[in-house]
């Protein structure tokens, strides 16, 4: 039975700097619009490009160090990421296979996999979050073979905003939640998780949101 070879597109985003990642978004802007080979994007066009002229204004502003500047940079970054994401994997879909037709979207293919290579870790999830003392907040993971360590985010979310400037910490296993500590009560924070082996990073996976009481 003929198999369709998969292409996966390249999606490290997080982990690249202002520069290239502008340069990445500009790509799949001008090769998934408006071509036919992927005429139903699941992204908006306007949308999308809206997002990619915020955030080269962005970038431009945060070149004088001011913090609301580069926090605002930041907050561009995190609303293209994920619209990217949702678009690769429409285009890996929409390629079936065809690496012409793929290259054309604008995004990078991931290389193939070679036995006895070191590999990116699978994407890690958040378990559950629960409430602890007051302030606190448990974050459980789901444990990822051959994780080195995680790391955890978390940043408050306005009422129907964005998540604000993000808080770190480091967990080198899940056999135990991930404690995070004085928070504001009566706020609500999005909570992020990323693993990571000699290969690096893993994408930060999607945001799960609780209120501290």
Known sequence: MFKVRTIRPLLGFSRLPDADLLSRFTAIEAGVYGNPDFPSPPVEAAVFKA???????????ALDGGKKAIAERGKCREVLIPMSRFLGAYVEHASNGDLTTFLSSGFVAAPLATRGAAQLLAQPVIARID?????????????????????????SVPT????????????????KSVPCNSLTPGTT?????????????????????????
């Not at 129907?160 to 056999?175: H, K, M, N, Y």
């Not at 924070?189 to 009481?213: E, H, I, P």
């Open 160 to 175: 129907g905003g964005v998540p604000g400037a993000w808080t770190s910490i480091l967990a080198a296993t899940t056999e």
């Open 51 to 61: 997002g990619v002229a915020d955030y080269a204004a962005a970038i431009a502003a």
């Open 131 to 155: 409430n602890g003392l007051s302030g606190q907040l448990l974050v459980t993971l789901k444990a990822v073979p051959k994780a080195r360590h995680y790391e955890v985010r978390y940043a």
């Open 189 to 213: 924070y999005a909570f992020q998780v990323r693993a990571y082996n000699k290969v690096g990073y893993t994408d930060w996976s999607d945001s799960l949101t609780r209120m501290c009481m």
